[in-house]
Structure formats: C-alpha cells, structure tokens
C-alpha cells in the first residue's frame, strides 16, 4: 500500500498532513491554495512542498490527471472533484484510471516513468522512457491508452 503524508511528516498535524496527501493526489498548487480554497497556512505549504520534492526526487507515487492529453477531450482539464476526477468540457466524472499513479525518476540518461504495479522490465507494460520527466509522462500516457 503507498505510504502517505502521516507516513513521512514527523509529528504531523491535519494541516500538513492535508497538503502532501493534496499533492500526492494530483492537486495543483492553485487547486490547494487558490480559489475556492484561499490558505496561507503554513503547515499546509509544508507538507505539500515535501511531497513535490518526494515526487521530484522520484521517491513517491502521484496522480497525474492524463485527461487532457489523453482522455478524448482535448479542450477539457480534468479537476479533482470530490473522490473522483470530472471535467465540465465534455461533463463526465470518474475520469482517473488507476494507472494515472505514476512515479518518475532518472535512469541513467533517460527518465521514466512507472505505474503502481511495476514489478521490472521484462515482467511489466506499465512503464516508458523519455529524455525529459515530462517526454516519459506523455509516453507512459500514451502506452496506457493504447493498452
């Protein structure tokens, strides 16, 4: 099972707690504290900056929202909603699959990036490559879509 923010912050409150799980979720900086969720708190910050740096350093798993790139509704953006993703575009719900969890790392000179049940290279199909994270994200996406 992935771990979450009570995992990795020592001595947590809700607060910090809250904006790592928010990152790990896929939320976007705006989503956690922009309209309509105005936060300046701090522990807040805290936590969803530790995960977006787990995530960078490519030691957690996260949702990545494919919706829009690859959902079949290009002018659409997916937003989480609730316990589910929705899109006003084209007005459908439980858009996220449960291989939009992804973790992202470095190998060698390449990036790639892996789905949840990656075991290793010859036993799974839920990886790609790519020589940015964002090039092995688009790729990932587009091998899942085609699976």
């Given at each position: 099972m992935q771990k979450t923010g009570q995992d990795y912050i020592k001595n947590p409150c809700g607060s910090s707690i809250a904006g790592f799980n928010l990152r790990q979720g896929g939320h976007s900086y705006n989503e956690t504290f922009h309209y309509p969720h105005e936060r300046t708190d701090g522990h807040r910050h805290g936590g969803w900056e530790l995960a977006d740096r787990l995530i960078d350093e490519g030691k957690i798993f996260f949702l990545h929202?494919?919706?829009?790139?690859?959902?079949?509704?290009?002018?659409?953006?997916?937003?989480?909603?609730?316990?589910?993703?929705?899109?006003?575009?084209?007005?459908?719900?439980h858009l996220d699959k449960s291989w939009w969890a992804i973790k992202v790392m470095k190998d060698g000179d390449a990036w790639c990036c892996v789905g949840e049940e990656f075991i290793n290279l010859q036993e799974s199909d839920c990886y790609a490559f790519g020589d940015t994270k964002k090039e092995a994200i688009e790729n990932y996406g587009t091998v899942m879509c085609a699976a």
């Open positions: 929202n494919f919706h829009s790139s690859h959902g079949g509704c290009p002018n659409g953006f997916a937003f989480p909603y609730g316990s589910t993703w929705a899109c006003n575009t084209c007005n459908n719900d």
